[in-house]
């Protein structure tokens, strides 16, 4: 465990190579030969996200395991940008699942806890891990399908938006969105470009101001997932989606991927400590901080 600041640390210091200045991986997986043995699938697994790769399809899928709401700890963030590393990197693998193992919730969000009574220090660490998993994630050569079976708020929801397509359970009780103005706090640029992106500027804006938490079928409609399954053929579905984008030439593909995401990627790499400086800044104002406690002791008292 005490290794994990130090992780935190040496990955968020790394700096990283978004997808567009990374060299291209074309055709990463090598095809499974017919009648030959399956591969085997390899798998590796820390504290709160567990991979497998299928290594005959070269697709990984991701679970997240952080009880009790899979929230976007300093842990959480390192584990995840590692993981997205040991992926990229491999050559076996060429498209990553992202889902949860926690029944209703894909992902809270950022860990709340991280943002409150820390000092300027951790503030600093904490969102240099933040930019750094949306780099590695958006930036990606892989194919990425995010599997959404729960609630994914705020930092949850931008996972889901970083990814090129978005599958949800079609319970209306499970909502996603960019709910950051209900906690007194501001979407950054990147999460707006984000989101931008995938639903255009109007109905951007008028969730981003009004913080608003979509239910699923609401969120289909917006365009802010792309799909709606119910719960058990979730994965499968997933995985057929996965297929028929991994049908293309990767070449082709990843250089498409990269030309649509590069301005937005490019901002951020640009403005990195600036944005870093705005988060300290913004999350120091002692009003701030009153915001995310009284948001925490609401969540505590709806519990009660
Ligand atoms: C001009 C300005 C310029 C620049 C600005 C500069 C920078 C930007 C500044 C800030 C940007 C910050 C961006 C923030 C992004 C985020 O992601 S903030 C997090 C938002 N998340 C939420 O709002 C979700 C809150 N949680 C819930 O709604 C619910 O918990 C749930 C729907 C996820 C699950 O509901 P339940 O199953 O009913 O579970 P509980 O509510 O009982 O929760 C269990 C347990 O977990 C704790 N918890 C929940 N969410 C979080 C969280 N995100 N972080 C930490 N802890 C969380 C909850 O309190 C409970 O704890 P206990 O009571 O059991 O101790």
Not at 2 to 27: E, F, H, Q, Y
Not at 102 to 121: R, W
Not at 180 to 200: S, Y
Not at 279 to 293: A, M
Request: with cysteine; charged share 25%; hydrophobic share 45%.
């Amino acid at each position: 465990m005490a290794a994990a600041p130090i992780l935190a640390r040496r990955i968020a210091r790394s700096g990283v190579l978004p997808l567009c200045c990374r060299p291209p991986s074309w055709d990463r997986a090598p095809r499974q030969p017919p009648g030959l043995p399956l591969a085997p699938c390899r798998a590796f697994s820390n504290n709160k996200i567990q991979v497998e790769l299928d290594e005959s399809s070269g697709v990984a899928m991701m679970k997240f395991k952080s009880p009790p709401v899979n929230s976007l700890s300093l842990d959480f963030l390192t584990e995840f940008s590692i993981s997205l590393e040991k992926l990229e990197n491999d050559r076996a693998c060429r498209g990553v699942i992202i889902t949860s193992t926690i029944p209703k919730i894909f992902s809270s969000g950022l860990d709340i806890m991280e943002m409150c009574g820390k000092n300027v220090e951790h503030y600093g660490e904490f969102w240099r891990a933040v930019q750094e998993m949306w780099l590695r994630l958006y930036g990606s050569n892989m194919v990425t399908v995010a599997a959404v079976n729960g609630s994914s708020p705020a930092g949850g929801c931008l996972i889901a938006l970083s990814c090129d397509y978005r599958i949800m359970a079609e319970n209306p009780k499970f909502s996603i969105g960019l709910n950051e103005a209900q906690l007194g706090i501001v979407a950054p640029f990147w999460f707006k470009d984000t989101f931008v992106n995938v639903v255009g500027h109007r109905i951007a804006e008028r969730s981003l101001q009004l913080g608003s938490l979509h239910p699923a079928p609401e969120a289909l409609k917006l365009g802010l997932v792309d799909e709606l399954v119910p719960e058990e053929k979730l994965l499968e579905k997933a995985s057929a989606v996965m297929a028929r984008w991994l049908a293309l030439p990767d070449h082709a593909r990843q250089l498409t991927k990269s030309m649509m995401r590069k301005a937005v990627l490019d901002h951020l790499v640009a403005h990195r400590e600036e944005d870093i400086k705005n988060f300290i800044n913004f999350i120091s104002k002692e009003s701030i901080q009153k915001s995310l406690r009284m948001y925490m002791e609401m969540l505590k008292k709806k519990k009660s």
